[in-house]
């Protein structure tokens, strides 16, 4: 089982920038994937950006230029650098693990980038 826990949402003006972390706790050795997803307000859950423990990332089109996702060096926790937000980015952020195929989420963190 992998715990997951996500800190570093909150209001932001539209063109600041925030920095989200996730810590993993538990079975860390079974890690592969590790990313974002977020959830818009009558929106379905959608992928932000994902990175693989090689260090393979993956992007939105819609961040693309704009957001960064990284690893910790101990491969347990990932970081999303947001910058230049905008409106459309305002929504619940989770921190997603995939391990031996399972995903385990995180609670979740509000980001609300204000116009």
């Known amino acids: 089982q992998v715990q997951l826990v996500e800190s570093g949402g909150g209001l932001v003006q539209a063109g600041g920038s925030l920095r989200l972390s996730c810590v993993a706790s538990?079975?860390?050795?079974?890690?592969?994937?590790m990313g974002w997803y977020r959830q818009a307000p009558g929106k379905q859950r959608e992928l932000v950006a994902s990175?693989?423990?090689?260090?393979?990332?993956e992007y939105s089109d819609s961040v693309k230029g704009r957001f960064t996702i990284s690893r910790g060096n101990a491969m347990n926790q990932v970081f999303l650098q947001m910058n230049s937000l905008k409106s459309e980015d305002t929504g619940v952020y989770y921190c997603?693990?995939?391990?031996?195929?399972?995903?385990?989420w995180g609670q979740g963190t509000q980001v609300t980038v204000s116009s």
């Open positions: 538990g079975s860390i050795f079974g890690i592969n994937t």
């Open positions: 990175v693989t423990k090689g260090g393979n990332t």
């Open positions: 997603n693990a995939v391990y031996f195929g399972m995903n385990f």
